[in-house]
């Protein structure tokens, strides 16, 4: 529920479905239109294919995917952070994202065998048609840390104690990923965001959605 209203919330801003979804909650502060359309569709998609057996590899793949995209929120969150697009600080943030990063990658490796190769088709599938319809021609090359860091976790996945090879005992593989993810995708991933035109992109959506806001 929660992952379904911020990609519709995401979408909308993105200029990909209704600014109905954008309609923030007066207390709460959450995308309520986003949190109903999402609920309501996910309910009947359950009720529809419950039967099938293999929707629930699906739904299981396509959770995997989400917290492979979950990985670039800390990044994205040090990214404003360090270049003052956003007034707005979380609490501790520089000790919550990368512990965060830390953990969405080992939810992944964990995982296991094929699910996160799926899962990468998956993202991929979704990525490469979004892309097209938004004629996205920006970014790519600062999205490679990220594409590298995917590869990574799915190598892992491979050659891990609940992949394909078991090549490496369960606790060393996940302290291996732990380490990796901290000390070389996480500082990159910062390095490659650091870039003026994203701190433009950054500061005109937020602009934009102040003006919707206020509207």
């Known amino acids: 529920m929660g992952t379904g209203a911020r990609v519709l919330f995401a979408s909308a801003r993105s200029g990909f479905v209704g600014n109905k979804m954008l309609e923030l909650h007066e207390k709460y502060a959450i995308p309520y239109w986003a949190l109903i359309v999402f609920a309501v569709v996910g309910s009947v998609i359950a009720f529809l294919f ?5 929707i629930y590899g699906l739904i299981s793949d396509a959770t995997v995917a989400g917290y492979i995209g979950f990985a670039t929120n800390p990044v994205a969150l040090m990214v404003l952070r360090k270049q003052g697009a956003t007034n707005y600080k979380v609490t501790a943030g520089s000790i919550i994202a990368p512990i965060a990063f830390i953990a969405s990658g080992l939810i992944v490796f964990w995982s296991g065998w094929p699910a996160v190769p799926y899962s990468v ?3 991929a599938a979704v990525s490469g048609v979004l892309g097209v319809i938004g004629k996205v021609k920006e970014g790519f090359a600062e999205s490679f840390w990220y594409m590298g860091y995917i590869a990574f976790l799915t190598f892992m996945t491979y050659i891990g104690s609940d992949g394909a ?4 005992t369960y606790n060393m593989s996940t302290i291996i990923v732990a380490l990796v993810s901290l000390l070389f995708f996480y ?18 959506a937020i602009g934009n959605q102040e003006t919707e806001e206020e509207k």
């Open 50 to 54: 419950a039967p099938v057996p293999s």
């Open 121 to 123: 088709v998956i993202l």
């Open 165 to 168: 090879l078991n090549l490496i």
């Open 187 to 204: 500082p990159l991933g910062i390095v490659q965001g650091l870039r003026q035109r994203n701190f433009e992109v950054h500061k005109e």
